[in-house]
């Protein structure tokens, strides 16, 4: 159940895997490694 994952998420932490694109095995999340360093 996705929704309990993401609740244990919010609590432990995400638990990344990947290098440019960060997947988080326990919940599934996935985002840019360096999203926040975009130069607006």
Not at 9 to 34: D, N, P, Q, T
Request: net charge positive.
């Amino acid at each position: 159940m996705w929704v309990l994952k993401t609740i244990i998420c919010l609590f432990a932490g995400h638990v990344w895997i990947g290098s440019m694109y960060k997947y988080c095995v326990r919940c599934g999340k996935l985002e840019l490694e360096h999203a926040h360093d975009v130069v607006h």
